[in-house]
Structure formats: structure tokens, C-alpha cells
């Protein structure tokens, strides 16, 4: 297939005597698998401080609980999984994208609320 014929506008850049690599390039880099709306996007970039906003006290009294390492440790972990696995989800469905991305929020606890010792 060529590259014009995937991308609008690449036909113009290939008149310019612009190889074919730098214009499939060019077009990978204008257009992107996922279109979604500015407010889907904006819904998608928001709904991690959605999680985050919530867990602002709630990671200190965790770690005067439980001990600073072992919730900032299990805060790593989840939010390393949650991470690996948002390609996937947002491949599958945006609901389900922005449902981890709150879950990363909720994750990413602080605990500098805790005196430490």
C-alpha cells in the first residue's frame, strides 16, 4: 500500500521529492489509532486526579497504620500493573481505560502526611 493512500496529505510531502519512509512517518505521526474527542480525551487525562484527589489524607493514615514502605510499596505495584495494562484497556473500551486510570489514582497514595522517624 502506499503511503498517500493511508494518510491524506502525504501525497503533498511526496511531491516535495520526500521518500516514502519519511512520509509513512509523517502520517504515523498525524494520526493516531485511537480518535477520540477532545472531551474523551479530556475525561481520559482527568479521571487519574479523580483517584489521586481522593487518597490525599486517606495514604497518611495508611502509613501511620501499616508502615510508610509497605503502602508506598504497594502503591508501586499497582500502579506498575495498572500501567502495563493500559494499552489493553484502551484498546477494549475508554470506560474501561478511565476506570484504571482512577484505579492508578487511588493507588498513588501519599505518604507524607506521616511523620517520618
Known sequence: MFPGDMCPGVNAALD?????LKALMLCQRT???L???KEVRG???SSFFYGYIVTQVLGGWLAGRYGGKHVFGSSILITAIATILVPVAARAHVSLLITLRVIMGLASVRTAFQPHY
Open 16 to 20: 516535495w521529492r520526500m521518500s516514502s
Open 31 to 33: 494520526q493516531g489509532e
Open 35 to 37: 480518535e477520540w474527542s
Open 43 to 45: 475525561y481520559v487525562l
